[in-house]
């Protein structure tokens, strides 16, 4: 999300005119007030450190104490134990139910036996998805979904829409991706498009590529085959 004001982005603590706040729902609506109508709180509850609430905003984090009369943007680090509790909390809020995701409108690639699953949003004019595309290729025993999620420019939705109405998807989103290849294209339902289109904006996928992991992880961004493939496997074992 972009950062609410100049002052909130350039200062880690903002003193704020003081309210008359008794829970959680009026910590919301008063966040809701200092931040205006662009922004919606999508949760709120006691931090668990510093007598402070976690206040979730988008893929954002940040704390507040019971009469939002400051708000914290930045992230806070446990010393003993040398671990950075706001990205562990993002990366927790970011995770979905693998088997939430209609898989049907995804280009499938099965590699080997396919029995490990991975999921990615991909922008047909990515650079790093087409990067992404060549370490796959180091992969094996494993069944990629690729959902077409075409955010960069109208061009990615035509070159998407071809993908997926070409006779053989995998091939065509494949040899795209390596070589360039136009896709072979054609007429047919590319409803399934806008569908990965919206899901995606639920998911806050906000780049491509974006990948899910079977427990649900997010990587937001590109990762090498070697990475990747130990991830693949240490979700699966989960």
């Not at 998911?203 to 649900?216: M, S």
Request: overall charge positive.
């Amino acid at each position: 999300m972009k950062r609410p004001t100049l002052a909130l982005a350039t200062a880690c603590i903002l003193a704020l005119p003081t309210l008359v706040v008794a829970g959680e729902a009026d910590i919301k609506k008063g966040v809701e007030a200092f931040l205006g109508s662009t922004y919606k709180v999508e949760s709120v509850r006691k931090a668990g450190f510093l007598n402070l609430y976690e206040v979730v905003v988008g893929s954002d984090v940040l704390y507040t104490d019971e009469k939002v009369s400051y708000v914290l943007l930045g992230n806070v680090i446990d010393t003993k134990n040398h671990k950075d509790l706001t990205e562990d909390r993002k990366n927790k809020l970011a995770q979905i139910k693998f088997s939430d995701l209609p898989l049907d409108l995804a280009v499938k690639v099965v590699k080997g036996n396919g029995k490990r699953v991975l999921a990615t949003f991909e922008d047909p004019n990515c650079t790093y998805c087409k990067k992404l595309a060549k370490e796959i290729q180091g992969l094996n025993d494993v069944t990629i979904y690729t959902f077409l999620y075409p955010i960069l420019s109208a061009d990615s939705t035509d070159k998407s829409k071809a993908i997926w109405c070409s006779p053989d998807r995998a091939k065509a989103w494949t040899e795209y991706m390596l070589q360039g290849t136009p896709p072979a294209g054609g007429k047919c339902d590319t409803t399934a498009i806008d569908k990965v289109t919206e899901l995606g904006r639920r998911l806050n996928v906000r780049g491509t590529p974006a990948l899910f992991l079977a427990d649900g992880t997010r990587i937001p961004g590109f990762m090498p085959s070697a990475q990747l493939d130990e991830a693949i496997n240490k979700a699966g074992a989960k």
